[in-house]
């Protein structure tokens, strides 16, 4: 009984979802004509599970991975290798006692036999928590200054002097030059996680900066998105926009757009330019909030993992469009994202964004002298050389994001990617999608300030 | 012992190798890399002799390993390398004879890692070695801003070539590449290992590290990439066992910023703008105040991110450790020597005589 059950509800990790849907439904059918029957086969499912769970955890040392090297590697140094192949196979007696019946009905059998790791989980959160709580609350509560030390620990992830202690181990604090390098490791921390992802975008930093990206994104360019539906809500997908603006808000307005407005909340990672990362500070800063060098390599591996890409085809030529040719696509590359796509099989989706090549018009380029700085070329705009740095700060104009229909580049064959010609035509198609649709925005806008 | 594998003859090496066990050969076997790897092969028991080949003994040789004292760098070491090779019945040699850490003395250097792997390739030639298993590091890539961010093995060696110490390891990695290209029969494994970080290791980047104040370059935060010492090690066991050519990326998994890295490690970081800090280090580095000649300030700027698919994929080797557990171990080991808590050679000493002896 309960081994039949059990190959009903396999847990199938999305392959045939109606599949899967059925053995449930007939599953709870099940429950609900012999209750006490399903229990019964509930225990025994439990017990056997819990038998395999032994039985996958006891003959670790004669398992086939486990061989002599591995021993022999373990033995040499460290003892944490065996806790890291240990590890390695608490997720194999989860999945089978998963499988031994319990899914649904019966939270408590599954907390006993299956998710061990979610219940230790939970529990490290919780330690982690009651820690964090302990922390956070001051010593001396009946201190004169405590108003005053809550508000700086509230800013400043500080331990004052002698927090641990008495009045001596303050006055030791003060005095010792760790106590400060102490601090400022912490200080330096605050804003950022221990952990960025593979491609270097940093979680808690970019959670930080949300609020002056929100800003921007909804107060200050008071963006409007449209044809949202046209965007995946999972999968692998390249979005295909117009580059504008001197400064490369672009990036990260759609990245914004796309967090806020998405039903699915899609995660964006844009490629940028080359120079970005030449240049100090900029180049770093981008690519913790999001930014990714574009090249092939990147974009491929960002789409192999299921990532949703932006790809700005114009490249440097896009950023460095004087003002009177805004709104005019130029050449796209070398047609590398219909290589990406035709290569990976991701659908294209063309975007439209007006009112960011109005927010830094740009009148003139210099491009002398400008190999020293490291930058393609130096800006006038109207407010740029003449007003100092202050001269970056965008224009409040009106933003404007149209997603229009994928364009879907399957069937094609294998080869297509290396069919120059092919690749030039498609990339011309998709062209000529962005720019139609840009024309239309562009000539129903009634103002660039207000749409 | 020998003599009944001897009596297989030359090309009977499967056989005498299911027969009796395998031999296998190190050179720089004193070194970090090398004395490790021999504490593992000794108690492999499928390895019948271990054939350690340095300046000086390997404090990790036990009852199967046979020590032979033979210095590289000098001219007609290949005939004694074969030599040993062939009355060895050598099965395979896994050349670890490299500086892990730029040094001053350049032409020793050069003779040691260019001229030195051409010998040891010349050796296992004659003496027709079955397999050569060859460290190398990622480092060779280069960092440039214009590297995609996982680096694949098929990516062109661009290190800065007027750097001996990358010139001189790029060349010997031409020198395995056509040793492995003309030898058809021959398996030749050339492992690019990350900056290697533990607990016990020593070579320039923990030294880095150990500083109190550590310089980095204003306004760049590059993703760095470590392997802990014990996946490197694992990693060339891994590398003796399986007869997989080819050349391979051995990394942690993830990356991490370099702030980041010098927070972690309980460190102040001191940003420098890089047009000063390249004549100032390379300044350091003549009067021996620093670790690593300027031409590693690019290290600090840019990408030099490596792909560790590969090596997962075909040889079956997984690290255990991540890039920040890496850095963590090795981190809270350095607190304690910071306090003099761990008693060890110091990090400047042993830094020295890791030098002469590799």
């Given amino acids: 009984m309960a081994a039949r059950k059990k190959k009903k509800r396999h847990p199938q990790p999305q392959g045939q979802p109606q599949a899967q849907a059925q053995a449930q439904a007939q599953a709870q059918a099940q429950a609900q004509a012999q209750a006490q029957a399903q229990e019964q086969a509930q225990a025994q499912a439990q017990e056997q599970a819990q038998a395999q769970a032994q039985e996958q955890a006891q003959p670790q040392p004669q398992s086939p991975e486990l061989d002599d090297e591995a021993l022999e590697e373990r033995s040499s140094l460290e003892p944490r290798a065996d806790v890291a192949e240990i590890s390695a196979y608490i997720p194999n007696v989860e999945d089978d006692a998963l499988d031994g019946g319990i899914s649904m009905e019966s939270r408590n059998t ?71 390098l102490r601090q400022w490791g912490r200080i330096g921390l605050r804003n950022r996680s221990e952990e960025v992802d ?57 990245r914004t757009a796309l967090r806020r407005e998405h039903p699915a909340h899609r995660e964006v990672r844009w490629l940028a330019e080359d120079f970005i990362f030449h240049l100090p500070f900029l180049g770093a800063f981008m690519n913790r909030i999001g930014a990714v060098r574009a090249c092939q390599e990147n974009a491929e591996r960002l789409l192999r993992s299921e ?16 003002y009177n040719q805004k709104y005019k696509l130029q050449r796209f590359g070398r047609g590398g994202f219909i290589k990406l796509a035709l290569r990976t099989g991701a659908p294209i989706i063309p975007l439209s964004i007006v009112g960011a090549e109005e927010s830094a018009p740009m009148l003139y380029r210099i491009e002398y002298l400008t190999q020293a700085l490291g930058l393609p070329f130096i800006p006038v705009t109207p407010t740029f050389p003449a007003l100092g740095p202050l001269g970056l700060v965008p224009a409040p104009t009106k933003w404007k994001l149209t997603f229009g229909p994928p364009i879907d580049l399957e069937g094609h064959g294998a080869g297509a990617a290396d069919d120059a010609l092919l690749v030039v035509r498609l990339a011309e198609r998709v062209r000529t999608a962005i720019q139609k649709s840009l024309d239309t925005m562009v000539s129903e806008r009634k103002s660039v300030w207000f749409g | 012992m020998p003599d009944s594998a001897n009596s297989n003859g030359r090309s009977a090496a499967p056989v005498r190798r299911k027969a009796r066990g395998r031999v296998v050969a190190l050179t720089g076997a004193a070194s970090f890399l090398g004395r490790n790897l021999i504490g593992i092969l000794e108690e492999d028991a499928s390895i019948a002799r271990i054939v350690a080949i340095d300046i000086e003994a390997a404090p990790t040789g036990g009852p199967k390993t046979r ?39 350049a032409a020793y250097a050069h003779e040691l890692e260019s001229v030195g792997t051409m010998r040891v390739i010349t050796a296992c030639r004659s003496a027709r070695v079955r397999k050569l298993v060859q460290w190398s590091t990622t480092l060779l890539y280069g960092a440039r801003p214009t590297n995609p961010n996982f680096l694949s093995e098929r990516h062109p060696l661009r290190a800065r070539q007027d750097e001996p110490f990358f010139a001189d390891k790029i060349s010997a990695e031409h020198e395995a590449g056509r040793f492995a290209a003309r030898e058809k029969g021959t398996v030749v494994t ?18 880095y590290l150990a500083r109190k104040i550590v310089p980095t370059m204003m306004g760049f935060d590059p993703l760095l990439q470590f392997l802990h010492e014990v996946d490197a090690i694992a990693a060339f066991k891994r590398a003796v066992d399986r007869d997989v050519p080819g050349v391979f990326n051995v990394v942690g998994d993830g990356v991490l910023p370099l702030s980041t890295v010098v927070k972690l490690s309980g460190r102040l970081g001191a940003p420098l703008p890089h047009p000063i800090a390249r004549p100032m280090l390379q300044a350091l580095w003549v009067a021996h105040l620093a670790e690593a000649p300027a031409s590693f300030i690019d290290y600090l700027r840019f990408l030099c991110v490596a792909d560790g698919e590969k090596v997962r994929r075909e040889l079956g080797f997984t690290p255990a450790y991540t890039t920040r ?30 030098q002469v002896t590799e």
């Fill in chain 1, 110 to 180: 599954r907390e006993i036999t299956g998710d061990v790791d979610a219940e230790l989980r939970a529990v490290e959160a919780e330690v982690d928590r009651i820690f964090h709580e302990q922390s956070r609350r001051p010593r001396r509560d009946d201190g004169p200054l405590s108003s005053v030390v809550n508000r700086i620990r509230e800013v400043l992830p500080v331990e004052l002097p002698g927090e641990h202690g008495d009045l001596v181990d303050a006055a030791k604090d003060v005095l010792s030059t760790d106590y400060y």
């Fill in chain 1, 198 to 254: 593979e491609f270097g975008l940093d979680p808690v930093y970019e959670q930080r900066l949300r609020p002056a990206l929100d800003f921007l994104y909804k107060t200050y360019f008071r963006t409007e998105v449209s044809g949202l539906e046209h965007v995946p809500s999972d999968g692998r997908c390249i979005l295909v926009a117009n580059h504008s603006g001197v400064l490369p808000y672009d990036g990260m307005m759609v």
């Fill in chain 1, 307 to 322: 990532r949703c890409v932006l790809v700005f085809p114009e490249g440097i030529k896009g950023v460095g469009k004087l």
């Fill in chain 2, 67 to 105: 020590f032979y004292e033979l210095d590289l760098t000098q001219p007609t070491s290949e005939v004694r390398i074969a030599e040993i090779f062939s009355a060895e019945a050598v099965d395979t040699v896994v050349h670890l004879a490299f500086l892990a850490s730029p040094s001053h003395a």
């Fill in chain 2, 190 to 207: 050339v492992l690019r290992t990350a900056p290697i970080l533990g607990p016990t290791v020593n070579n320039y980047l923990t030294r």
């Fill in chain 2, 325 to 354: 557990e890496a850095l963590v171990d090795f981190a809270s080991a350095q607190r304690l020597r910071d306090v003099n808590l761990l008693q060890e050679p110091s990090a400047k000493k042993s830094g020295k005589v890791e």
